[in-house]
């Protein structure tokens, strides 16, 4: 199973860029990666999911570098409602317990 | 659409109480489940998944078990609780693994 590691907190302010970076240094050929939101007491909601290059949806982008050695969520023009914190999983899908979560990061958002 | 009920939302049991926590799953069949629990500022850690009907995975050795008796049900039990299982306990879901897991709202356990 492939580890993350990723910085433990993060401060930004409303109407800035955020990057996360999460590191992957043995991350398998199958594995995909995997960028989960949780706000206190609720449970983890899915943001996106990349394998190589460049994701991108409503919420989020994902880049990938070639190696695929790390990843970099990027949350353009942050709120105050983006403070959370932000799990970067890596596996194969397709098998069922692969899926791990880490410390995450712990993003501030402020005004 | 698919919608996943997970309950009690917070729940206070003594020491040596025993523990059921009911997850369903709507909308869906054949869904994958899981339960995972969160301590206090700490990541999830996967404590049972199953693929199907009576199909049971464990993760993590300890006095907790998981059942399914239906497609879209499952339960997660204790004899005896302990003062370590205090936490957050979080039912998901998944059909398509490349479309991430969908989380109930979570149970928050605590054991006094």
């Known amino acids: 199973l492939a580890k993350t590691t990723q910085p433990i907190s993060m401060d930004s302010y409303e109407g800035q860029e955020v990057n996360i970076t999460c590191s992957h240094n043995n991350i398998a050929t199958n594995d995909y990666i995997t960028w989960y939101q949780q706000f206190p007491s609720q449970g983890p909601r899915f943001i996106i999911q990349?394998?190589?290059t460049k994701v991108t949806n409503e919420v989020a982008s994902l880049f990938i570098p070639a190696d695929r050695k790390s990843s970099t969520l990027s949350l353009p023009r942050v709120s105050l409602s983006d403070t959370a914190v932000y799990y970067c999983?890596?596996?194969?899908?397709?098998?069922?317990?692969?899926?791990?979560f880490g410390a995450g990061t712990r993003l501030t958002v402020k005004p | 659409s698919q919608t996943i009920h997970q309950w009690p939302a917070t729940l206070v049991q003594p020491v040596g109480s025993p523990l059921s926590l009911e997850c369903t799953v709507e909308g869906t069949s054949n869904p994958n489940l899981y339960w995972y629990r969160q301590a206090a500022g700490r990541g999830l850690q996967l404590l049972f998944y199953s693929v199907g009907i009576g199909q049971i995975s464990s993760e993590v050795p300890q006095n907790l078990s998981a059942s399914r008796p239906q497609d879209r049900q499952f339960i997660l039990s204790s004899k005896k609780l302990l003062l370590s299982d205090s936490g957050f306990y979080l039912c998901?879901?998944?059909?398509?693994?490349?479309?991430?897991?969908?989380f109930g709202s979570g149970t928050r356990l605590t054991v006094v």
């Open positions: 999983l890596v596996g194969f899908p397709y098998n069922n317990n692969d899926m791990r």
């Open positions: 998901a879901w998944s059909i398509r693994h490349r479309d991430g897991y969908t």
């Open positions: 990349g394998y190589k």
